[in-house]
C-alpha cells in the first residue's frame, strides 16, 4: 500500500479521472499518491513536485486560481531545489503559472 508503485498507479489513475472530469476522485487519489510519494521519497522529490503539478492542474481547471497557484509554487520550488533553474520541469511549471495569471488578466 505505501509502495512507490501504489502511488505511481494511483496518479495514473487520478489522470484519468481528470480527463474525464472527474476532479473530485482525482484530487483525492492525488492525494494518495502524494502522500506515499513523500513517505517513500522525502518532501523534495521531483515525483512529489510532479504530483503537487497535476493537482494545481485539475484545480486550475476548476478556476480554483489560487488553489493552483499555490500546488504550482509547491511543484516549483521542489523542481528548483532539486533539478536546477534550468530543467525543463521547471521552465513548465513557470509556463502553467504564466497561464494562470494571463486568464486573470494579469
Known sequence: ?????VAGTYNNIAGVYAKQGKDEMALELYAKS???KIKANGEDHP?????????????????????ALEQYGKSLAIDIKALGEDHPDVADTYNNIASVYAKQGK
Open 47 to 67: 515525483s512529489v513536485a510532479n504530483t503537487y503539478n497535476n493537482m494545481a492542474t485539475v484545480y486550475d481547471n476548476q478556476g480554483k486560481d489560487e488553489m
Open 34 to 36: 502524494l502522500a506515499i
Open 1 to 5: 500500500e505505501d509502495h512507490p508503485d
